[in-house]
């Protein structure tokens, strides 16, 4: 069982910047698929950005056409943690954002969660 805690949602002008961390419990957190999705009110979840483990020993992110060049997705493996960094924030951004962890025995695992909200 992987439990993931998000922090860092708010409140933020439009063209501000925020920054979303997720920690994740578990010792294999370094092999751990993260991604980072949003669910705004009336509509579905969506992918937001991912970053995987790939052949070659390196990672690599992946992303939404509506956040990229504005979110950067990151992990510190050793503190079991994956950000998004968001910046130029549009009120189109505000959303509950959800942090995403799948294991190498294909587990899926969710948090609970951050409010984003961006004001005009």
């Known amino acids: 069982q992987v439990q993931l805690v998000e922090s860092g949602g708010g409140l933020v002008q439009a063209g501000g910047s925020l920054r979303l961390s997720c920690v994740a419990s578990g010792r294999t957190f370094g092999t751990y698929g993260m991604g980072w999705f949003r669910q705004a009110p009336g509509k579905e979840r969506e992918f937001v950005a991912s970053?995987?483990?790939?052949?070659?020993?390196?990672?690599?992110?992946d992303y939404a056409d509506s956040v990229r060049g504005r979110f950067t997705i990151s992990r510190d493996n050793a503190k079991n943690t994956v950000y998004l960094q968001m910046n130029s924030l549009k009120p189109e951004d505000t959303a509950v954002y959800y942090c995403?962890?799948?294991?190498?025995?294909?587990?899926?695992?969710w948090g609970q969660g951050t409010q984003v909200t961006v004001s005009s």
């Open positions: 970053h995987n483990w790939s052949r070659g020993y390196t990672y690599f992110a």
């Open positions: 995403k962890a799948s294991t190498s025995s294909s587990n899926t695992y």
